[in-house]
């Protein structure tokens, strides 16, 4: 059996699992500094208040903002999936409320480097996150570089974090052009949301909203969906020095109410069929489809 034979066979698997198949949501933003990690680990907060079993990726192998925000140390991650023979559970770090995290660490930068018996044994493990979690939320890393788009093709839900900086738009824009431009993207099979973050309140958070969506629309004949806001809030800023999700620290913040409705929104809407709901195996193997494997 030849490599890409192989990879068909599992992604074929992946996508006849007809239970117990996790959400898989992609939060990107297009520049550093949006607070895309802070939304990814409020959400998973709001999200777990809603009964829903939560594990986040934090596939930005150049820092650590998940730890760092959860104040707690991983003592494995995908390296180690891969090339330590460890299991999926031991590479799993219990956060808050037993939000689970798993640190992608260098074995994203190595992703493209795997041998096909790598790849088979990666994706095979992976599938059993679908077992422990409801909802995957992958929270990558800022910009437009190679990696990021790879994970944002393999994703049929994204989560775009913007702001009111001119730059946070300009880059927004920029990232869903290197999106559309992308050979394995597939726009009818893939929702993308945005998310307003650091505005003054719902308006500006509408407004924000519109101008990114009149040039994506004019240019790019992209469709995106406006998911909602999180207003500026002291409390959050008070809440991130201390390490602990404003979700947690103060849920009556107007900040966190925001997460809620936020969380509450992604529950309670979009049809199964409108996104690859393939689980973390089949998010990896849309991932590396397009790879030559040595």
């Known amino acids: 059996m030849d490599q890409a034979q192989q990879l068909r066979n599992i992604i074929k698997r992946s996508e006849q699992i007809p239970m117990n198949v996790a959400r898989v949501i992609t939060v990107t933003s297009g520049k550093g500094g949006v607070g895309k990690s802070n939304v990814s680990i409020n959400l998973a907060v709001q999200l ?51 939000i689970g995290f798993i640190s992608g660490g260098s074995g994203i930068a190595g992703l493209s480097n795997l041998g096909r018996d790598y790849i088979n ?71 993308i949301k945005v998310i307003s973050n650091k505005v003054s309140g719902a308006e500006e958070g509408q407004q924000l909203f519109n101008k990114l969506n009149a040039v994506v629309s004019r240019y790019l004949k992209l469709p995106i969906r406006y998911l909602g806001h999180v207003p500026e809030d002291p409390q959050l800023v008070k809440a991130i020095m201390q390490q602990t999700p404003i979700s947690i620290a103060n849920p009556n913040a107007k900040s966190s109410m925001a ?25 990896f193997a849309n991932m590396v489809r397009g790879k030559k494997f040595v």
């Open 121 to 191: 044994y990666l994706v095979q493990n992976l599938s059993e996150l679908d077992s422990l979690a409801d909802v995957i939320i992958i929270d990558t890393g800022a910009g437009i570089s190679d990696a990021v788009i790879e994970f944002l093709v393999a994703s049929g839900e994204v989560l775009l974090v913007t702001t009111p900086e001119p730059t946070s738009i300009t880059d927004s824009y920029s990232l869903l052009k290197a999106l559309n431009r992308h050979p394995r993207f597939n726009r009818e099979m893939t929702l």
């Open 48 to 98: 777990k208040k809603l009964s829903k079993r939560v594990i986040i990726f934090d596939a930005d192998f150049g820092l650590a903002n998940i730890e760092v925000m959860f104040g707690a140390v991983p003592k494995h991650n995908l390296s180690d999936l891969i090339y330590q023979g460890k299991n999926i559970k031991e590479i799993i770090t219990m956060g808050p409320m037993d």
């Open 259 to 283: 997460f809620e409705a936020l969380a509450m929104a992604l529950t309670g809407g979009d049809p199964i069929a409108a996104y690859h709901k393939h689980g973390m195996a089949g998010f």
